[in-house]
C-alpha cells in the first residue's frame, strides 16, 4: 500500500486529474502547419509555465486563501465540486469531440504564421493554460499543499508536481505517436478511466469538507455535553 504521504501518492492524484490526454486533439489541431523544432520550443516554454504556475500555487495558494478571508474548508468544498465537474465532463467526452469544442471556441492557429509574442502567448495560453493545467489541478495542488505543510512533507509533493510536468511534456512531446498507436478509441477509454477517478477524488474532496464544516458546528454543542 503507498504512504499517503508520499510523492507516488501525490503524483497518481495529480496524474488522474491533470494529465493532458484529453487536449492530444486540440493540441495537434493547435500546432499544424508548425515546424517541428519550432513546436518543440513550444511545449519546452509551456511545460516551464506550468511548472512554475504549479509551484507558484503550492507555495502561496494558502496565503491567497487567507487574503480573501477563505477558509481551507470552504476552498476543499468548492475545490471539489470543480473537480466532480472536470471528471463528468471528462466522462462525457470524447477526443473528437474536444476537438470540435476547442476549434469552435476560437483557439486555433491563424493561417498566417505567427509572431515571436504570438508564439510565446500561445504557449502560456491556451497550451499551458487551460489545456494542460485548469482549475482542477490548481485546486487539488492548493489542497495538497495544505495536507503536506501539516505533515513536513513539501518535498514529496513537489516531487509530485515536476514529475506531472515531465509526463505532460513527454506527451505534448510524442502526441502524434500516441495518437497513432492508442487511436480515437483508446484515448476516450483513457479519458473516461481519468475522469472517473478525478471524479472520486472530487467526491472525496467534498466530503471531506463538508465533514469538516460538521464537526466545527457541533464542536459547541459536544463540548457541552462533555
Do not use: W
Not at 465532463?89 to 509574442?117: V, Y
Not at 478525478?198 to 472525496?204: R, S
Request: glycine fraction near 10%; hydrophobic fraction near 55%.
Amino acid at each position: 500500500m503507498i504512504d499517503t504521504g508520499s510523492s507516488q501518492h501525490y503524483l497518481m492524484r495529480l496524474l488522474a486529474i491533470g494529465n493532458n490526454v484529453s487536449a492530444l486533439g486540440a493540441f495537434l489541431m493547435l500546432t499544424q502547419g508548425i515546424p517541428r523544432r519550432k513546436v518543440h520550443r513550444l511545449i519546452l516554454i509551456s511545460s516551464f509555465a506550468c511548472l512554475v504556475i504549479l509551484v507558484l500555487f503550492m507555495l502561496v495558494g494558502t496565503r491567497i486563501l487567507d487574503f480573501f478571508g477563505i477558509s481551507v474548508d470552504a476552498f476543499q468544498i468548492a475545490g471539489g465540486l470543480v473537480l466532480g465537474r472536470v471528471g463528468l465532463d471528462m466522462l462525457q467526452t470524447s477526443s473528437a469531440k474536444t476537438t470540435a469544442d476547442s476549434s469552435s471556441s476560437g483557439a486555433s492557429i491563424p493561417e498566417a504564421p505567427l509572431s515571436d509574442a504570438q508564439f510565446y502567448s500561445a504557449a502560456v495560453v491556451p497550451i499551458g493554460i487551460p489545456l494542460t493545467v485548469g482549475a482542477g489541478t490548481l485546486s487539488a495542488v492548493v489542497l495538497f499543499a495544505e495536507t503536506v505543510s501539516s505533515r513536513g512533507a513539501s518535498l514529496n509533493l513537489l516531487v509530485a508536481i515536476v514529475s506531472l510536468v515531465i509526463v505532460n511534456y513527454c506527451i505534448f512531446r510524442f502526441s502524434s505517436r500516441i495518437m497513432a498507436l492508442l487511436g480515437a478509441m483508446g484515448v476516450d477509454i483513457f479519458i473516461k478511466l481519468m475522469g472517473l477517478f478525478t471524479l472520486a477524488i472530487g467526491v472525496q474532496f467534498l466530503a471531506q469538507g463538508v465533514g469538516t464544516f460538521y464537526i466545527k458546528l457541533h464542536e459547541p454543542s459536544i463540548s457541552l455535553l462533555g
